[in-house]
């Protein structure tokens, strides 16, 4: 079975700062799919970014990045020039290849400080 | 394009009433999934779908039945709602297929049950 380890509960940083946030994963697969969702207080999970496992570039969306270390299990998200509309939980999920059934860490809670 | 509906938005029930929770999607997805998300977890796969016809069992699939109506619908059932029941419930669908994108899910807004 997958596990995903998000271990910072909280987090907060000052508008326009850059901000890392941690994730670690542990599987037996070889070919898998990683992402990051966000959830504002609307409760809406948006879509942020994905990562195939078996490309070596790290995947970018804006101001978005990860930072995919595949032999470490580690899989960060960075969120360059904060804006007060990134607070939001922020969730790690993975997929096995052909799964198609996401496995979800507990989240990590980003406050953008005006 | 409405993406991933969910129908009712808040829903209070008392211990042993039954509902049923409506989820539908429009982007022609062949795989469409029902999560629970509780206090300090993440989300937890109750029951998915991978195509119409068919269904098996998450993470957490006690206490629900679902129901795969054709490939826009599908369906969470309460059957006789519990305390331990309460919680926002997720809708997913996803693409199967060759696609860049196949395995993205892409939720509903979320139904708030409280079960008193």
């Known amino acids: 079975a997958q596990t995903v380890t998000q271990s910072q509960p909280e987090m907060s940083v000052q508008e326009a700062e850059t901000v890392t946030l941690s994730c670690t994963y542990d599987t037996s697969e070889n070919n898998y799919y990683l992402f990051w969702y966000k959830q504002p207080p609307s409760r809406q999970m948006i879509l942020v970014i994905r990562q195939e496992a078996y490309k070596q570039q790290n995947a970018t969306e804006n101001r978005f990045s990860v930072n995919f270390q595949k032999a470490a299990k580690s899989f960060s998200l960075k969120i360059s020039d904060s804006q007060l509309g990134d607070t939001a939980m922020y969730f790690c999920?993975?997929?096995?290849?052909?799964?198609?059934?996401?496995?979800f860490g507990t989240g990590t809670r980003l406050t953008i400080i005006p | 394009n409405a993406g991933v509906t969910q129908t009712p938005k808040f829903q209070v029930l008392k211990t042993g009433q039954s509902m049923t929770l409506q989820c539908a999607q429009d982007m022609n997805h062949n795989s469409m999934y029902w999560y629970r998300q509780d206090p300090g977890m993440g989300l937890r796969l109750i029951y998915y779908s991978a195509s119409e016809g068919t269904t098996d069992k998450g993470e957490v699939p006690n206490g629900y039945n679902v129901s795969r109506l054709n490939k826009r619908e599908f369906s969470l059932r309460l059957e006789s709602a519990a305390p331990s029941q309460t919680s926002v419930y997720f809708c997913?669908?996803?693409?199967?297929?060759?696609?860049?994108?196949?395995?993205?899910?892409?939720f509903g807004p979320g139904t708030r049950l409280l079960v008193l």
């Open positions: 997913a669908s996803s693409e199967a297929g060759t696609s860049g994108n196949r395995e993205t899910q892409y």
């Open positions: 999920a993975f997929d096995a290849f052909g799964n198609e059934k996401l496995t």
